[in-house]
């Protein structure tokens, strides 16, 4: 595998250590029960799901020989 796509894995790695860390803040700060708590959370966890397949795009698209 080639080094290509190595910005667009960072970006993807930042987010989710931002949405991790707001989800910190906002439970530490008692905002549990705000609705950008609930946004926050179903992104983080959208995300989660999400990276195991843009994951995979993005290996094809490193390996890609066309």
Known sequence: ?????????GLL?????????VIQWL???NYS???IRD???QILN???ATKY???KELD???NFEG
């Open 1 to 9: 595998m080639n080094d290509n796509m190595k910005t667009t894995r």
């Open 13 to 21: 790695d930042g987010q989710e250590r931002v949405l991790s860390a």
């Open 27 to 29: 439970d530490y700060n």
């Open 33 to 35: 029960d705000e609705t």
């Open 39 to 41: 946004l926050v959370d």
């Open 46 to 48: 959208q995300s989660k």
């Open 53 to 55: 397949l843009a994951g």
């Open 60 to 62: 094809a698209a490193e």
